[in-house]
């Protein structure tokens, strides 16, 4: 099982508080992800990081922000919840294997914004 | 037009099947192909991986790949009921993991 932890893995929450969900990785990647994913839908990454001070958006539009400031900790930060983001969030991190590349996925983070 | 389509399931098949499942994509430029599972109320997993066209086995499950056609295929042999969960195709053209594009998914039941 991949040594990948997302905290909370369900969370209701009021219009327009501030969340962070957690993210954090033991296996050194450099490379880590947020996915968000609808149900039936494909994941569509919205920020990603090379490494530490390093962070970029992804395609999706996205009100979030993220930040890297240890290579194993990559929390993402919604400053007002609207019901529009309610989804299930995505925690990856990822590494070279010679051979190719694997993404390692997080449990999830269910969040419904009311 | 998506830029992968996958069968849309749900798909519901008897223990000991053989299940077939199916990524269309439009970007010729991909090269690197990938299957995760995903089951109720976890994160994905990769199942298989392969680069370029051809077939990749791993017990039960053999990756195709159609680069001519644009598809690519999953095989499960003797299925079985923890078969059942979400699968997932995946491809990019490099390996930069931000690059990758997935399919919505097909989820498949194997009933007992």
């Known amino acids: 099982e991949a040594d990948i932890y997302q905290t909370p893995r369900y969370l209701v929450i009021g219009t327009g508080k501030k969340i962070t969900l957690e993210c954090s990785q033991t296996m050194g990647h450099d490379k880590m992800y947020w996915y968000q994913q609808d149900p039936g839908m494909e994941l569509h990454l919205i920020h990603y990081s090379y490494g530490v001070n390093s962070t970029e958006k992804g395609d999706l539009s996205s009100e979030s922000t993220v930040s890297r400031i240890r290579t194993e900790h990559f929390p993402l930060t919604l400053e007002s919840a609207r019901p529009s983001h309610t989804s299930q969030y995505l925690c990856a991190s990822s590494e070279w294997r010679g051979s190719g590349t694997e993404a390692f996925f997080g449990q999830g983070t269910r969040l419904t914004v009311v | 037009q998506k830029e992968v389509e996958q069968d849309p399931g749900p798909l519901s098949v008897p223990e000991g099947a053989i299940v077939s499942l199916n990524c269309t994509y439009s970007n010729s430029a991909f090269q690197y192909f990938m299957w995760y599972r995903q089951y109720s109320r976890k994160g994905p997993e990769l199942l298989m991986y392969?680069?370029?066209?051809g077939n990749k086995e791993d017990g039960r499950f053999t990756a195709q790949v159609d680069k001519s056609s644009k598809y690519i295929s999953l095989f499960i042999r003797d299925s079985q009921p923890s078969d059942s969960a979400t699968y997932l195709c995946a491809m990019t053209e490099t390996l930069w993991w931000q690059n990758f594009v997935f399919g919505p998914g097909t989820r498949l039941s194997v009933l007992p």
């Open positions: 392969t680069y370029s066209s």
